[in-house]
């Protein structure tokens, strides 16, 4: 019969490869440009090496095992492994030309730039309105109440939760539902219009019904944002991505139009991931 | 990981090659049958489509079943996408030796035009062709996946020849008009089950190798 291969043991060390398909890269500006970067938890090299560019108004999304890095290098990209003690990196990491480890970098100022959505939605125990109006009214962006009344909307508009809390916003926001709790974060993010939105598996707590509006929320976000995704899930990444990404053990092994990955990857080991013929 | 899932790829690849199978022997059949004047063989293979069909439709169920419930992707995805085009194909040359049957029957039914040398070659190639691009599917061959479609143009000049050879007898006897007419059919659904086993070849090479060699499509411009 045929010579499928069902799985495969032994999955040989190989040097990160990276194929950016460069017709694809053509088709927009390169809004994040990481080049040559590793990262190390103190002796620990947890990235390798690591060059790869997400385009302006495109969803780029990393996709890998446990422990691969993917969440490591998001992190990387608004600088929030800084808070770990040990931790350095090497390379160089640019937004929109902009060296985000040079020593003059604001990091609060690179944080609103890039805002980041977690895995689980973690609101303050605040009302929604405040929720959103938080990072304006921290960062002095809007002072007058009635521009943050409007920033506010605008964000949970775009967030696609205001019909569904117009008429509640100054009750808690801890008794939103779970996806509405995400979607509010969300809203939070783009509160202080950042232009690099980068998502931890957003949806992995979610349901299906939720699962899908923070989906169809992240393709419309594109129009106005660059959007990085983490998730463990190979279809999400392959519904929602224009780019997609597969880290292992710490390296960038294949970096390609998601359509290529999911359908015809070139590299065999990231064939093995998608068609879970791995470990 | 995942044995279920490539036990059910796998069996839906054994289904295909044992409708492949049916399909190849019923080509052989019907060139046979009319090579031999043997009109028993012939109705056995007019009468005997069923185990064929209800392949299709097993096939078809099945490659369905694992798109739905699998998710699969990439080598996994295009061996599902080309199992459901090579099944459609398999079926139409299933139908395509009945055509042959029945058109062997009517022209045994008068006396001989010529005797047979080109039909029963064009049966040999239609038959290896098909053969070669189940193999070529089985053993993931894309040396055997081109070869089949080099093969495509001998059936084509053969069925010219033929046309053109059988045209000169209707000219000369009108009494040869019909069997002639029923030979050239032969000829084209022969010629038919060529571009079939070509589609076959096509759809292994897509999946193994992701390329798309249909209508020149690899000379295209990328899609964006």
């Known amino acids: 019969m045929t010579d499928v291969p069902t799985h495969a043991t032994h999955l040989p060390p190989r040097p990160t490869v990276v194929r950016a398909d460069r017709d694809g890269v053509a088709d927009a500006t390169v809004k994040v440009d990481v080049q040559n970067l590793s990262f190390y938890y103190g002796a620990k090299r947890a990235l390798e090496g690591i060059s790869l560019q997400a385009q302006t108004n495109r969803v780029t999304a990393f996709i890998g095992p446990s422990g691969c890095g993917k969440s490591t290098f998001l992190r990387t990209l608004n600088r929030m492994n800084d808070i770990i003690p040990g931790t350095r990196v090497e390379g160089s990491a640019r937004i929109d030309g902009q060296d985000i480890y040079a020593p003059n970098v604001d990091v609060v100022e690179l944080r609103r730039r890039v805002g980041m959505v977690f895995q689980k939605s973690n609101p303050f125990p605040k009302s929604i309105f405040e929720n959103v109006a938080y990072g304006l009214r921290i960062n002095r962006l809007v002072t007058s109440k009635a521009e943050i009344a409007e920033r506010v909307e605008e964000s949970l508009r775009s967030a696609a939760l205001w019909d569904e809390v117009k008429d509640r916003v100054h009750d808690s926001a801890l008794a939103l539902s779970g996806g509405q709790q995400q979607r509010l974060c969300i809203a939070r993010a783009l509160a202080v219009r950042p232009d690099v939105l980068l998502m931890d598996e957003p949806a992995s707590a979610l349901d299906p019904i939720a699962t899908q509006r923070i989906e169809e929320l992240i393709y419309r976000l594109k129009s106005q944002y660059t959007i990085i995704i983490v998730t463990h899930n190979m279809q999400q990444a392959a519904r929602v991505s224009d780019h997609t990404a597969f880290f292992w053990m710490g390296k960038l092994v294949e970096f390609d139009r998601t359509e290529r990955i999911f359908t015809a990857p070139r590299e065999k080991l990231t064939e093995d991931y998608v068609t879970g013929r791995f470990g | ?89 398999l079926e139409r040359v299933g139908d395509l030796a009945v055509n042959v049957a ?38 993931r061959d894309l040396d055997l996946a081109q070869h089949v479609l080099d093969e495509d143009d001998s059936l084509d000049a053969l069925k010219s020849q033929i046309f053109r050879e059988l045209l000169a007898y209707m000219v000369r006897d009108q009494a040869t008009v019909e069997p002639a007419l029923d030979l050239i059919l032969i000829s084209r659904h022969l010629e038919r089950i060529g571009d079939h086993a070509t589609n076959i070849a096509e759809d292994v090479i897509f999946m193994v190798s992701a390329r798309d060699v249909r209508h020149h499509a690899d000379s295209l411009p990328p899609q964006a």
């Open chain 2, 1 to 89: 990981m995942e044995r279920h899932f490539q036990e059910e790829l796998q069996t839906l690849q054994e289904r295909l090659l044992e409708m492949g199978g049916l399909a190849e022997e019923r080509v052989r059949s019907a060139v046979a049958g009319l090579a031999g004047s043997d009109i028993p063989r012939l109705t056995t293979v007019s009468g005997g489509d069923e185990p064929i069909n209800e392949l299709h439709i097993e096939i078809d169920r099945r490659a369905f079943q694992l798109l739905a419930l699998h998710q699969p992707m990439a080598v996994d995805l295009r061996a599902i996408v080309a199992a459901l085009k090579i099944n459609t194909d």
């Open chain 2, 102 to 139: 029945e058109a062997a029957r009517r022209y045994l039914m008068h006396p001989p035009v010529k005797q047979l040398l080109d039909i029963p070659r064009m049966g040999d190639i239609a038959q290896a062709m098909l053969r070669d691009a189940l193999d070529a599917f089985v053993k």
